[in-house]
Every structure is written in C-alpha cells, then in structure tokens.
Nanobody, 129 residues
Framework: QVQLVESGGGLVQPGGSLRLSCAASEFTLEPYMIGWFRQAPGKEREGVSCISSRAGITYYEGSVKDRFAISRDNAKNAVYLEIHNLKSEDTAVYYC??????????????????????WGQGTQVIVSS
C-alpha cells in the first residue's frame, strides 16, 4: 500500500483554526473512504473523522463533531480536516488513512483500516498560548 501524506499542522493558540491536508501522489483518492486519526502524547491513536468516497458522507467522533469538518476535493486529489476553536486537548499528531469501513456506534466513530496499515509521518498540531 502507498502512504498518504499529511500536512498543515503547526503551533496554534487556543481558539484558533487549522486546515489539515491529506494527499496522495501515486494513486487517486476518489474511490476510497478516508479517515483522519490523531495520537496525543502518551495515548493511543484514535479516529476522529471519516468521509466516504463519492457520496461524501461524513462521520465524526462525538467529542469533536461541532468543531471538526472533513471534506474532499477530488479534482485536487486531497482530503481536508478543518479544526476550529482549537483546544489544548487537540494537541496531537494527526494522520490520514484509507479506510475499509467507517461507521458510528452511538456517539463514537469506528474507522477500520487494513491490517498493518503503512501509516505516514502525520502532521503535528500543538495548541498552546
């Protein structure tokens, strides 16, 4: 499998906004569901959002759904994650990945990736004043 490349992270003050990008140079993203994940220091990686392929159906973890917005631009072969009203708890490395399945279970998101998925480097988001 080919890795996706994340970008757009940085140091942001609380209350600020960021747009993270997920791109692929060697294949087309359009046919695939794409999920965004994050891993905070000392914690396991968790899914936060996912978007279906052509229909653009979106899914969110309940704790972020009011501040996160996932979208895709198939013409640019990219998927984006906008984060608004950033909080210190959003500090994490953010990853995108091809998803085999996305669904919600109650208020929680479930994003399944292929076994031994080749995660990319991610993009670091630090929320600090």
């Amino acid at each position: 499998q080919v890795q996706l490349v994340e970008s757009g992270g940085g140091l942001v003050q609380p209350g600020g906004s960021l747009r993270l990008s997920c791109a692929a140079s060697e294949f087309t993203l359009e046919p695939y569901m794409i999920g965004w994940f994050r891993q905070a220091p000392g914690k396991e990686r968790e899914g936060v959002s996912c978007i279906s392929s052509r229909a653009g159906i979106t899914y969110y973890e309940g704790s972020v759904k009011d501040r996160f917005a996932i979208s895709r631009d198939n013409a640019k072969n990219a998927v984006y994650l906008e984060i608004h009203n950033l909080k210190s708890e959003d500090t994490a490395v953010y990853y995108c990945a091809r998803a085999m399945e996305c669904r919600t279970r109650g208020t929680h998101i479930v994003i399944e990736t292929a076994p031994h998925y080749p995660w990319g480097q991610g993009t670091q988001v630090i929320v600090s004043s």
